[in-house]
Each structure stands twice: as C-alpha cells, then as structure tokens.
C-alpha cells in the first residue's frame, strides 16, 4: 500500500489503475489524493476531478462452466473530461485459454459499446491475447510489460506502468 502511494505521489497521474488491491486500501489512496474511484474484485479506478464519473458498471466476465467461484469482473466508468465523453475501463484475463477467450470476447463487446474516448487497463494479457488485442477497435498500444496493458482511443496523454 505504501509503495502504491509513494508511486502516485511522484507520478501525479490522471487515472490510476490498481489490480489485486482491497476495497479498504483504495478507498485509503483516493482519500489520501482527494480522486475519486470506484472499486471491482480488487481492482480500482482513481482519476483527479478533471474527470467527472457520470456512471461506474461493474460486471461479471463470462465464468469457465463447471467453476461458478472463479469469476473476473470488469470495472467500466462513464464520464466526461472537459465536457467530452470518456470512459475508463479495467479488468483482468486468466491464463487459461478457454477462460481467457471467453473473457476477451466480452471485453472486446464492452469497448466497442462505448462511444467516445477510452482508456483500458487490462491484466492477465498473453502475447497470445495481446497479438488479438483490440487494434481493430481503435484501441492504441500505449504502455505493455509483464502481462500488464495499456490502451486509448479517442485521447492524447502518456501512460506508465508501474511495478510495486
């Protein structure tokens, strides 16, 4: 948590995305930064008051048969930033083949719902995954490293990715 902070603290970034952290912890970081967020089976969305969160959706990925308990979700927050339509846009894949293409089909279906500026933060990509990816929906590669992707559409800015 401390080094999650630490790394905020010296980036100043506009949105923030953290996977495999507790409800209690983001709630801790977007106080401590005064953003607001919203929170899905561990991960978050931070982002600063230029963003302004008209509507957060928070659902389930399509779930491997036989295993109801092992589910993903996808974090997605409707909004605007200087009155142009945006949306953030967080999940994560299991390394599994057939879970994974299941669940990068409905991510896919979600991106390509949304009308107007994207900013994506994907977990869990393969290279596999990564080579489908979603080019053909307009999403630009910004930031990739250790399974941890970045992509945009619709908006310039820059994107890091930060190991704590």
Known sequence: MRSVAEAIAACDPDVVCVHGIDPGDALALATRFAR?????????????PAFAAREV??????????????RRGILQVDGAIEHRRCALVATQFSHE??????????ARRVVRSIDGAVAAFVAGMTPAVRAIGF???????????GGVFIGGRGAGGSSAIVKV
């Open 97 to 106: 083949r057939d879970a994974y293409v299941r669940e990068l089909r409905f």
């Open 135 to 145: 080019a053909d929906l307009g999403i630009r590669e910004l930031a990739f490293e």
């Open 57 to 70: 959706h928070d659902r389930y990925l399509p779930g491997v048969p036989l295993r109801p308990f092992d």
């Open 36 to 48: 607001g967020y919203a929170y899905r089976g561990s991960q978050a969305l931070l982002w600063k």
